[in-house]
């Protein structure tokens, strides 16, 4: 069976180019044929806001909601996404606004690595 | 012992990523991964030198270099590395993933 | 299959949100039964001390979050090392710390599947 490979993003959406090397670890492992999870936590969560519209830079949500077509699991704290202000639906599509407790735990407990990609 | 990479996102300016390595791995235990700003951390000679004694196999995003103007050749430690090289490094060649 | 976590903690209280986020993700996974242990490290010792007010800045506690671990047999380690290079002697951190030396982190490492850091 293939390797599993859960990959936990904290920064945001803006702020670093962290959550963009999370989406290319993941399509690195699609494309060697891994089973990935992904879960946004703390400032992470602004990752998967929809519409988010950076001009010239790139574009994290779109990668996101392109790499969530491709069989992975992305996952959001509920928490840390009211905190800030969104609401359950403003978030991308395939994207999960969910929980540490049953999300994150369930991709950890399914795993053979976690990646975390914070500063 | 257990087969680790260490992952580095700062610039040597922010963190000396040495000092939590030391800690928790032997040198040939220990792998690092430098992407955005950590590839700094293999251009820069006083920091280059502290990984190279600190770890046994270090990759450098290739990308993140020639974004930042420096080629591969300009490494003075490590090597330039695709992702699907580091995922090789995350998911077979170490046990665990440790960002500093 | 992951069935143990390491979750690392190395920023201070109360100017970041990681510390307190860290605390919270090894109780989410130690709700669930997952062998879960906290190691606190470098500015992550300053989570430990005892007179530490949060309310003063209307946060949570990391105190009691920490505390609330010890009701699911979570461990929470502190590093004697970076306790000795701040300053802070033993007698001034809250009850259940466990004190190792920075040497028992390879240790704690290698017992656990995988490890995240705050």
Redesign the interface.
């Known amino acids: 069976m293939a390797k599993?490979l859960t990959i936990?993003w904290?920064t945001g959406s803006m702020m670093a180019m962290d959550a963009n090397v999370a989406v290319k670890i993941a399509q690195a492992a699609l494309a060697k044929g891994y089973k990935v999870h992904m879960f946004g936590?703390?400032?992470g969560v602004t990752a998967v806001k929809k519409g988010q519209n950076p001009k010239r830079f790139p574009n994290v949500g779109k990668e996101l909601e392109d790499t969530a077509k491709q069989s992975v699991e992305i996952a959001v704290c509920e928490t840390c996404f009211a905190a800030r202000g969104f609401e359950r639906g403003e978030e991308i599509p395939g994207a999960k606004v969910g929980?540490?407790?049953n999300n994150?735990?369930k991709f950890?407990?399914?795993?053979?690595?976690?990646v975390?990609i914070?500063r | 012992?257990?087969r680790?990479a260490f992952l580095v996102l700062k610039s040597p300016q922010e963190q000396d990523p040495t000092?939590?390595i030391k800690?928790?791995?032997e040198k040939e235990d220990a792998s690092v991964i430098l992407v955005e700003d950590g590839v700094y951390q293999a251009l820069t000679p006083a920091p280059a030198d502290r990984l190279s004694k600190a770890t046994s196999h270090i990759l450098v995003s290739r990308e993140d270099l020639e974004a930042r103007g420096f080629t591969p050749a300009e490494l003075r430690t490590g090597k330039a590395a695709e992702y699907a090289d580091i995922v090789d490094l995350i998911m077979e060649k170490t046990e665990?993933?440790?960002?500093? | 299959?992951?069935?143990s976590?390491l979750v690392?903690i190395?920023k201070s209280p109360y100017g970041l949100?990681?510390a307190f986020?860290g605390l919270?993700?090894a109780l989410?996974?130690g709700?669930?039964g997952?062998k879960t242990s906290v190691l606190m490290?470098?500015d992550g010792v300053y989570n430990a001390l005892a007179t530490q007010k949060s309310d003063v800045v209307k946060m949570p506690s990391n105190m009691e979050a920490t505390k609330e671990l010890y009701d699911f047999d979570i461990p929470v380690y502190v590093v004697k090392e970076d306790l000795e290079a701040r300053g802070i002697p033993e007698s001034k951190l809250f009850e259940g710390l466990k004190v190792v030396p920075?040497s028992a982190?390879?240790q704690l490492?290698?017992e656990h599947?995988?490890?995240?850091?705050?």
């Open positions: 599993t936990l904290r936590y703390g400032e929980s540490l407790t994150l735990f950890v407990s399914e795993s053979d690595r976690l975390t914070a | 012992m257990t680790t000092h939590m800690r928790l791995s665990r993933t440790v960002t500093i | 299959m992951a069935s976590t690392l190395t949100e990681e986020a919270r993700l989410a996974m709700v669930n997952m490290l470098d920075a982190a390879r490492l290698s599947d995988v490890t995240t850091t705050f």
